[in-house]
């Protein structure tokens, strides 16, 4: 199973970004997805979470500015990030749970994909 994180790059403060993450490879289903960020010397935080059903959940950070969306028949997970500030500038990282019924049998995350907010 692999994650394949793109959409990231470089925007100027007050920009717009939309990150995409597709995942790929043999799964009995996909339950939560998500996307996490980690700026250099800090811990990896949440910046949003999706369930299979569509509710949603955000950091902090990511409240009013971003947007988290999927795909279920493309096992896409999409970010949609408006009014970046440079404080967003990170390397973010997508995931997958992999299910089977109510168990969660694996997380799967995909490479970075780095985010540079100029100011």
């Known amino acids: 199973v692999q994650l394949q994180a793109s959409g990231g790059g470089l925007v100027q403060a007050g920009g717009s970004l939309r990150l995409f993450c597709a995942a790929s490879?043999?799964?009995?289903?996909?339950?939560?997805m998500g996307w996490y960020r980690q700026a250099p010397g800090k811990q990896r935080e949440l910046v949003a979470r999706?369930?299979?059903?569509?509710?949603?959940t955000y950091g902090d950070s990511a409240k009013d500015r971003f947007t988290i969306s999927r795909d279920n028949a493309k096992n896409a997970v999409y970010l949609e990030m408006n009014s970046l500030k440079p404080e967003d500038a990170a390397d973010y990282f997508c995931n997958a749970e992999e299910t089977l019924g109510d168990i969660i049998l694996q997380t799967y995350w995909g490479q970075g994909t780095l985010v540079t907010v100029s100011s």
């Open positions: 999706i369930t299979s059903g569509g509710r949603t």
């Open positions: 490879g043999s799964m009995f289903s996909i339950g939560d």
